[in-house]
């Protein structure tokens, strides 16, 4: 009856969050809502065309960074070539956690959101 639409993630500057997502997860703008002067939403889709977006959400008059808590809460990303994707987080220098045991590895972005990256 239902059908996961979308995460939402607050961010402080919308472009350089933008330009992270696109060079680290290859999500790229699929649709938006602009509301003049309070805040713009964009939607990031995968090539895939999966219906589950990211949605970021740009407060335009918000200057502090959001407070992010234990950042227990995640979102995860699968890839069918996970050393390439590695070598992709290490050489832009957002890897902030990784259990090689487990096979995971999590990248920090822009405002310190945790996601993780595992192999498909």
């Not at 994707?85 to 045991?101: F, L, S």
Request: hydrophobic residues 35%.
């Amino acid at each position: 009856m239902f059908r996961f639409a979308h995460n939402n993630l607050n961010v402080l500057d919308l472009e350089r969050s933008k330009k992270f997502y696109a060079e680290a997860l290859d999500l790229h703008e699929v649709g938006g809502i602009d509301s003049g002067d309070d805040f713009k939403i964009i939607y990031l889709g995968d090539s895939f065309g999966s219906h589950h977006k990211l949605e970021l959400t740009w407060l335009k008059k918000r200057t502090t960074p959001y407070e992010l808590g234990d950042n227990e809460i995640h979102l995860a990303f699968t890839t069918k070539n996970f050393d390439a994707a590695h070598a992709r987080h290490e050489k832009m220098g957002c890897i902030c956690y990784e259990n090689k045991e487990m096979g995971i590895y999590f990248i920090e972005d822009p405002d310190g959101y945790w996601l993780e990256v595992l192999p498909e």
